[in-house]
């Protein structure tokens, strides 16, 4: 397991090393100057030039490229060319936002999916089963920012329990968690269809295999069966997907910290491409992309960890 | 062939039999019916603005209300089932032709033309779809050709992984050795004997993914990247309508409503269609 992890992580390396020069490249091909949108459009030339030149985009491409992996591996990602403030302050300010966000909607999901995905593998065919395919086709079509949408017309305009925008304070728990509610389980919601589906499904090719009517035909109680035979080998893919399904969460909650005016990544990041503030957006993809490439390396990992009959060569 | 017509006549009969695929299939397709026939169908011109009748509420003259402009959102909505289903039918089927005959080449030849490949297929894999499809459309800017590009940039790394790892599982089949053992050339085996078989399972993904695509171009469109106003798509719509969220709640609801119901009649084939071809479940 140990040599394993060593192999694992250093083969991340060379492929986060590419992510980030592909991150660089489409930050470079992006439309306008980014000296004359942190100017405004009348700045005189002069201004224009002298703030390039402060911005290191006079230099040639290939240092600019050099400067941005050295700053990156020192672990400094800039100054906003905005704001003026340091791109990593607004991120710590802002991820906390989007972790609990997500980490909510991920625990949420397992929470509800996994229970409804056995019901409806047990009882297949049955009226459960049948809900829950249609509850989770729906949830796997939806888009999250509509969800939002329809929980906020709900929730907050027609029954104005919850607020709509912002992210609460961070300090004040209760405010916190009511600023939270919505956005997470319009996540939630998307989440639990998607484990759902995945448990009913992992479920019922274990129900197939030969050592189910194997202990079956021993005479094992069913509901014995279904612990310790089936749901301990369904769990595998259940978690291993987990890691997956984590990465399309982050995608969404892009979407619902727009709808709900959330502090968070997403928020930064499409601020950042409407504002044309190209070193927040650099840095922005650039963890996002470290976090889908963790999740990858540690969904390998769990993979092997939980199932000792997989071998990597 | 003799056993063509019956082969035909066989997936036809479970395909009518089967009614997820059914309702899935006629769903698609009345929307399919509705982008085509948009002009001879809608009441009134997406476009035309009546400023005396803005943020109209449902009435016999504007079934769905009017927006902020006293645009007519019935209207409105079925012209924009035009730009969701152009893009999302095209950009996966782009995305699929690429990445399909990716997948396969690097399947088939392995060593380094397949490290190669896939390795570049991980790579693109790293950026969530959304956060990949923002860079790009903000790169490229936002119309109807480049959201195309970009959306099959972001489905083609995903069909070259299935295409791949299917044409791995058959390729050691003894239909493919005997092929090889009497002398059939690469291409040929691929595309006669491997691609006939993944087939199945392309179709269903691509299925899939068409709501995937959608949902993807109502994203941008909702976050302002999408195609640009005044042409009607769901997304601007809703993103219109949030404006007046409280005043005309409808406008917002009612195009969702269209974006969720056209990608769960794709989601329906697929799922239906699957179920179809899946063996382990044919004869249950």
């Known amino acids: 397991m140990f040599n394993y992890t060593v192999r694992r992580v250093l ?13 660089f490249i489409v930050v470079r091909i992006l439309p306008g100057d980014p000296a004359v949108a942190a100017l405004g459009d009348y700045a005189s030339k002069e201004a224009v030039n002298a703030l390039r030149e402060k911005m290191g985009l006079n230099a040639p491409l290939w240092l600019q490229y050099l400067r941005f992996i050295a700053d990156l591996l020192r672990g400094d990602l800039g100054v906003s060319t905005i704001t003026g403030y340091p791109v990593s302050s607004q991120i710590v300010r802002v991820l906390p936002y989007t972790l609990e966000l997500t980490f909510s909607a991920i625990v949420l999901g397992y929470i509800f999916g996994v229970p409804l995905g056995i019901s409806a593998a047990v009882r297949r065919n049955s009226f459960v089963d049948y809900f829950n395919r249609i509850f989770s086709l729906i949830g796997l079509s939806v888009p999250a920012f509509y969800l939002g949408i329809l929980l906020i017309l709900i929730f907050s305009i027609k029954f104005p329990i919850f607020p709509v925008v912002g992210g609460g304070d961070l300090s004040n728990l209760s ?57 301990r080998n369904a769990l595998i893919p259940i978690v291993a997907l987990g890691g997956l399904y984590a990465v399309v969460l982050i995608g969404s909650s892009v979407m619902v ?22 070193t927040t957006l650099q840095s922005v993809m650039v963890l996002y992309t470290v976090i889908v490439v963790i999740i990858n390396l540690l969904t390998d990992l769990i993979y092997k960890l939980i199932d000792p009959r997989i071998k990597y060569d | 062939m003799p056993t063509e017509m019956t082969q035909r006549q066989r997936m036809w009969s479970a395909f009518i039999r089967n009614r997820t695929a059914l309702v899935g299939g006629l769903l698609a397709l009345t929307i399919i019916l509705i982008a085509i026939f948009a002009p001879w169908i809608s009441p009134f011109d997406p476009l035309e603005q009546d400023p005396y009748f803005r943020l109209m509420g449902s009435n016999s003259k504007h079934w769905l209300g009017t927006d902020d402009f006293g645009r007519d959102v ?10 969701s289903l152009l893009i999302g039918v095209i950009s996966v089927s782009l995305g699929m032709i690429v990445g399909t ?12 033309v397949e490290s190669i490949i896939m390795r570049g297929v991980d790579i693109l894999m790293c950026f969530p779809d959304l956060i990949l499809a923002i860079a790009v459309t903000a790169a490229l800017g936002s119309n109807l050709f480049n959201l195309i590009i970009t959306i099959g940039i972001v489905m083609t790394p995903r069909f070259a992984r299935l295409a791949h790892g299917s044409l791995l599982s058959l390729k050691e089949s003894e239909y ?8 059939a050339k690469a291409p040929r085996i691929i595309v006669r004997h491997i691609f006939p078989n993944i087939f199945g399972e392309l179709l269903v993904a691509g299925a899939l ?30 993103r219109e309508g949030v404006d007046v969220l409280i005043n ?15 990608i769960l009649s794709f989601n329906l084939l697929g799922d239906g269609i699957r179920d179809m071809i899946d063996p382990r479940l044919r004869g249950e």
């Open chain 1, 11 to 23: 083969q991340s390396i060379p492929i986060l090393f590419v992510v980030l020069t592909l991150v």
């Open chain 1, 175 to 231: 405010d916190n968690l009511k600023h939270l509610f919505l956005p997470a389980l319009s996540l939630a919601l998307i989440m639990t269809a998607y484990i759902t589906r995945m448990t009913r499904s992992s479920i019922l090719d274990i129900l197939r295999e030969d050592y189910v009517r194997t202990a079956r035909s021993k005479g094992v109680a069913d509901r014995i069966v279904l612990y310790k035979h089936v749901l």
């Open chain 1, 257 to 278: 910290e727009i709808v709900f005016s959330r502090p968070g990544l997403g928020k930064l990041m499409v601020g950042a491409i409407k504002q044309r503030d190209y």
């Open chain 2, 74 to 83: 019935f209207s409105r909505i079925i012209w924009g089932s035009r730009v």
């Open chain 2, 101 to 112: 005959a990716m997948g396969m080449v690097a399947g088939y030849f392995r060593g380094k």
């Open chain 2, 176 to 183: 493919v050795l005997a092929a090889q053992a009497i002398g």
């Open chain 2, 209 to 238: 993914w068409v709501g995937v695509a959608i949902r993807l171009e109502a994203n941008l469109a909702f976050i302002g990247l999408g195609v640009q106003p005044p042409t009607p798509t769901w997304g601007n719509m809703i």
């Open chain 2, 248 to 262: 005309a709640p409808g406008i917002s609801v009612y195009s969702g409503l269209s974006i969720l119901i056209t």
